[in-house]
């Protein structure tokens, strides 16, 4: 294991997010970040799928807090231990993560410093109610703070911290279907127009005339029509 501020590009190639592969001998090697500094770490193997599986259970046993320090593990702790990423998630998912997260230290009132073990489902659920009331949230945007907590109190359970989630009970809301959109006559027509294949009018037409969709038109046989 090794520590470095950045990537030896000219021995190393990126094969996924956090592995790099040793040109010499095609090893791959885990990069990842304990307590704020860099580690690298020779998997031993030059299987990427299996490098990415190892690099998750090796985040997932640096942010492991000591079994007797558990029960004492704050929020503040535990999130310092989500954002070490044990769960592999993507850059992309990470940072939207990271964004929620910075609301929920700005908002959480009952205080960072709580026990793990002291925070109550009630909790969890006023906080989303205050966070979909100030922020006027659709239910896909309350969904994004649901699943943010239902990760970081997986950790706490992991860790020994507590037995059972107390997001378990904050359950995914249905996301409403986006409304379709209906053109005007004269825009059917320029759509239909602009098909360059008869065969792609007659379906636009069926469809804009008929207003159905694609998944419906696949499921149209002729017993259905007169």
């Keep these: 294991t090794k520590s470095s501020q950045r990537t030896p590009s000219k021995r190393f190639q ?4 956090g592995l790099f592969r040793f040109k010499k001998t095609g090893t791959i090697y885990a990069v990842f970040k304990v307590n704020g500094r ?10 990427v799928v299996y490098a990415r599986q190892l690099l998750a259970e090796e985040k997932i046993s640096t942010s492991r807090v000591d079994w007797r320090q558990a029960r004492s593990l704050t929020v503040q702790q535990l999130i310092e231990a989500y954002l070490e990423n044990p769960m592999g998630l993507a850059a992309s998912t990470l940072k939207i993560r990271k964004g ?29 109610a205050e966070r979909r009331r100030e922020q006027s949230l659709k239910a896909s945007g309350v969904n994004n703070y649901i699943r943010l ?28 279907s986006p409304d379709r959109l209906t053109p005007s006559w004269e825009q059917a027509q320029a759509i239909i127009g602009s098909a360059k294949h008869q ?15 694609q998944a ?7 017993e259905h029509f007169d």
């Excluded at 860099?38 to 299987?47: I, Q």
């Excluded at 989630?165 to 359950?171: E, I, T």
């Design 38 to 47: 860099t580690r690298w770490k020779s998997l031993a193997t030059d299987d």
């Design 199 to 213: 065969h792609s009018k007659d379906v636009l037409s069926v469809m804009l005339y008929l207003g159905l969709g």
């Design 14 to 17: 990126r094969v996924g997010h």
């Design 216 to 222: 419906e038109l696949l499921n149209l046989y002729g």
């Design 100 to 128: 929620l997260l910075k609301v929920f230290e700005r908002t959480w009132k009952y205080g960072l410093g709580i026990r793990v073990s002291a925070v109550k489902s009630i909790m969890l659920k006023t906080w989303l």
């Design 149 to 176: 907590l239902h990760g970081l109190f997986k950790i706490a359970v992991e860790t020994g911290a507590v037995a059972e989630s107390p997001a378990k009970a904050q359950s995914l809301l249905r996301e409403e």
